[in-house]
T-cell receptor, first 110, second 113 residues
Framework: TQLLEQSPQFLSIQEGENLTVYCNSS?????LQWYRQEPGEGPVLLVT?????EVKKLKRLTFQFGDARKDSSLHITAAQPGDTGLYLC??????????FGAGTRLTVKP | EAQVTQNPRYLITVTGKKLTVTCSQN?????MSWYRQDPGLGLRQIYY???????DKGDVPEGYKVSRKEKRNFPLILESPSPNQTSLYFC???FGTGRYEQYFGPGTRLTVT
């Protein structure tokens, strides 16, 4: 079974702090995606990483795909209250099924 | 407007009473999925469909049925709901898997008593 494990499960920080969220697996994924979900809504795609070692930036968010394509990280610089939400990583399984991590619930306090 | 719609948004039912949650997308996507989301467990895929008349089991298919007779619709059927199927359900669609973005519906909160 291709599992995606996210850490930490919960993260509460003050506005302006930096943070990193991790998504790890023992399996190789051809690509990994990061989604953000706000209460009462469905997840929305932030980024897709495809190449091992790839780094993508989205304003204050930096996404990295591990060299072996088994792990990924999301780093947020100078977090703001608007970053509050549930962050989910996802990958495609061997049978074209989709696998999601359990998520990291981020709270940024003003 | 490109979107995935689900109905109903909220449903309270009793054990054993058959129900259907509808899902429709207007983006001509080939890949459609159903997920359930439970606290601490994230999103778990129930069933997915690569195209019309093609459906496959995801991680947690027990107690659910789906059909894909048309490209735009992918209903989720609970023939005999049980309390352990109380959950938040999401339908999603995309052009494919991997690097393609999945578009999610607004969710259906189901309570089975």
């Amino acid at each position: 079974t291709q599992l995606l494990e996210q850490s930490p499960q919960f993260l509460s920080i003050q506005e302006g702090e930096n943070l990193t969220v991790y998504c790890n697996s023992s399996s190789v994924f051809s690509s990994l995606q990061w989604y953000r979900q706000e209460p009462g809504e469905g997840p929305v795609l932030l980024v897709t990483v495809v190449t091992g070692g790839e780094v993508k930036k989205l304003k204050r968010l930096t996404f990295q795909f591990g060299d072996a394509r088994k792990d990924s990280s999301l780093h947020i610089t100078a977090a703001q209250p608007g970053d509050t939400g549930l962050y989910l990583c996802a990958g495609v399984g061997n049978n074209n099924d989709m696998r999601f991590g359990a998520g990291t619930r981020l709270t940024v306090k003003p | 407007e490109a979107q995935v719609t689900q109905n109903p948004r909220y449903l309270i039912t009793v054990t054993g009473k058959k129900l259907t949650v509808t899902c429709s997308q207007n983006m001509n996507h080939e890949y459609m999925s159903w997920y359930r989301q439970d606290p601490g467990l994230g999103l778990r895929q129930i069933y997915y469909s690569m195209n019309v008349e093609v459906t496959d089991k995801g991680d947690v298919p027990e107690g659910y049925k789906v059909s894909r007779k048309e490209k735009r619709n992918f209903p989720l059927i609970l023939e005999s709901p049980s309390p352990n199927q109380t959950s938040l359900y999401f339908c999603a669609s995309s052009f494919g898997t991997g690097r393609y973005e999945q578009y999610f519906g607004p969710g259906t909160r189901l309570t089975v008593t």
